[in-house]
């Protein structure tokens, strides 16, 4: 099996120059990293600020289990859990066929999640389905 804990994540994000750009970042950029890290147990996220021509100018390191200390009370990792939690149990319910792509939609304003089939293809290659079925023997 692979050490998760050797990976990290990259971001990047506008440089935070007023108290929206500041808002904006903890509210709902750091919401999305966090998130997105901690469901994979990544324990660190190096973020670039970058420019309005797109230049990275700074960067800072970022440990996963600190970021809901940063945010105060603009939002609780534990509905956010929940949530997840809910959409993994719906998708098991009801995403019962193989090969299809399904795809969840908020409805506004945020009150509502819908799950629909699509007709798009299946994007996973094949040698990956095998693999995480367990049949991988080396």
Same mark, same amino acid.
């Given at each position: 099996? *692979? ?11 506008? +440089? ?24 994979? /147990?990544?324990?660190? +996220?190096? *973020? ?6 797109? *230049? ?29 939690? /809910?959409? +993994? ?50």
């Amino acid at each position: 099996m *692979v050490e998760v804990t050797r990976y990290l994540e990259l971001k990047t994000s506008k +440089i935070i120059s007023t108290d929206r750009d500041d808002f904006v970042f903890k509210r709902y950029k750091l919401l999305s990293f966090w998130i997105q890290s901690y469901l994979v /147990d990544t324990k660190t +996220i190096v *973020v670039g600020f970058r420019d309005e021509t797109g *230049v990275v100018r700074r960067v800072e390191r970022l440990e996963v289990a600190r970021i809901p200390t940063l945010v105060g009370d603009l939002w609780n990792p534990r509905p956010c859990l929940n949530c997840g939690f /809910d959409l +993994i149990a719906m998708a098991k319910k009801f995403c019962d066929k193989e090969n299809i792509v399904y795809s969840f939609q908020y409805g506004a304003p945020f009150n509502s999640i819908r799950l629909t089939q699509t007709s798009l293809p299946p994007f996973l290659p094949p040698e990956f389905l095998h693999w995480m079925s367990g049949d991988n023997k080396s």
